[in-house]
């Protein structure tokens, strides 16, 4: 599916969610932590999640 979205890549899909407050400020602090946005310390944390489901 081509994006007609011109800021987001292709090989990339917007997704909007809604997400527990005091979790999405824990993810937050996380991610000032590894030097991340919020976004991309989401990204790392279910492509972390996956490769563990993958090991099983």
Known sequence: MKNIDPYTRDDQTRFTMRINSELLEKIKLEAE????STAKQIEFILEQYVK????E
């Open 33 to 36: 932590k590894n030097k991340r």
């Open 52 to 55: 563990a489901l993958s090991k």
